[in-house]
């Protein structure tokens, strides 16, 4: 019922910046959170940064605070990830997810119902 594209990934220097974007289409209306994540290879999905869809409240992991920020644009239904002083640790696939329900932990992969495709980031050094 919600579908969710990711887009604005790529290869990127160390030090430099990159905005993802994920557009969100559908029945949006039940979803209290959207979440971004990451995967490297033979790496758990990690929590990077979620943000509440009605009110706005934020927050990222610590190993990305203050790097990384978390907005939405609630017309068009889209939510992004600003990176930047990026490392090539943060090499990864990044995936936003929606997480209905209002109860359960936002940092949790496992809370969120529906997924984006993932998008590709590159840090090289």
């Known amino acids: 019922q919600v579908q969710l594209v990711e887009s604005g990934g790529g290869l990127v220097q160390a030090g430099g910046s990159l905005r993802l974007s994920c557009a969100a289409s559908g029945r949006t209306f039940n979803s209290h959170a959207m979440g971004w994540f990451r995967q490297a290879p033979g790496k758990e999905r990690e929590f990077q940064c979620y943000?509440?869809?009605?009110?706005?409240?934020?927050y990222c992991a610590v190993p990305v605070k203050g790097r990384f920020t978390i907005s939405r644009d609630k017309a068009k239904n889209t939510v992004y990830l600003q990176m930047n002083s990026l490392k090539p640790e943060d090499t990864a696939v990044y995936y936003c997810a929606d997480k209905i329900a209002s109860w359960g932990s936002e940092v949790r992969a496992d809370e969120y119902t529906y997924w984006g495709q993932g998008t590709q980031v590159t840090v090289s050094s």
């Open positions: 943000i509440t869809w009605s009110g706005g409240s934020t």
